[in-house]
């Protein structure tokens, strides 16, 4: 009877780790996305936010209206999905956020100054 209650308990333990072994796993947004060299580490353009946006999770930036961001890549858009761009935030009152790279959708944005094209397709 010892026996069968610890097998049991450990059925319960290994079913209750199961999502913290397994992770969470997100819906890729795109296959490709262009930039302007092999790393996507260089500025394609600069961007001006039309609208503020909330980043739904960890993948995306917020945004407020008026925001200047550099834009790093542009998913190449997929059936079903949205036009996103990956970017930084830029300016003095965002400090704080500047350096994190993260999507945001195209739409809310305005391509203020293009420096290089976006020429090279990579897979995401």
Same mark, same amino acid.
């Given at each position: 009877?010892?026996?069968?209650?610890?097998?049991?308990? $450990?059925?319960?333990?290994?079913?209750?780790?199961?999502? $913290?072994?397994?992770?969470?796993?997100?819906?890729?947004?795109?296959?490709?996305?262009?930039?302007?060299?092999?790393?996507?580490?260089?500025?394609?353009?600069?961007?001006?936010?039309?609208?503020?946006?909330?980043?739904?999770?960890?993948?995306?930036?917020?945004?407020?209206?008026?925001?200047?961001?550099?834009?790093?890549?542009?998913?190449?858009?997929?059936?079903?999905?949205?036009?996103?761009?990956?970017?930084?935030?830029?300016?003095?009152?965002?400090?704080?956020?500047?350096?994190?790279?993260?999507?945001?959708?195209?739409?809310?944005v305005s391509e203020q100054h293009v420096y290089q094209e976006a020429n090279k397709t990579v897979p995401t």
């Amino acid at each position: 009877m010892a026996r069968c209650v610890y097998l049991v308990i $450990l059925l319960l333990c290994l079913g209750l780790m199961y999502p $913290l072994v397994t992770g969470i796993f997100m819906d890729k947004l795109a296959s490709e996305k262009l930039c302007a060299d092999d790393d996507c580490v260089y500025t394609i353009s600069l961007a001006r936010a039309e609208e503020d946006y909330n980043a739904p999770d960890c993948r995306f930036i917020n945004i407020k209206k008026g925001q200047l961001i550099y834009v790093y890549s542009k998913l190449v858009k997929e059936k079903d999905s949205g036009e996103f761009w990956a970017g930084s935030v830029y300016g003095e009152q965002y400090e704080d956020h500047m350096g994190t790279v993260g999507y945001f959708p195209s739409s809310l944005v305005s391509e203020q100054h293009v420096y290089q094209e976006a020429n090279k397709t990579v897979p995401t």
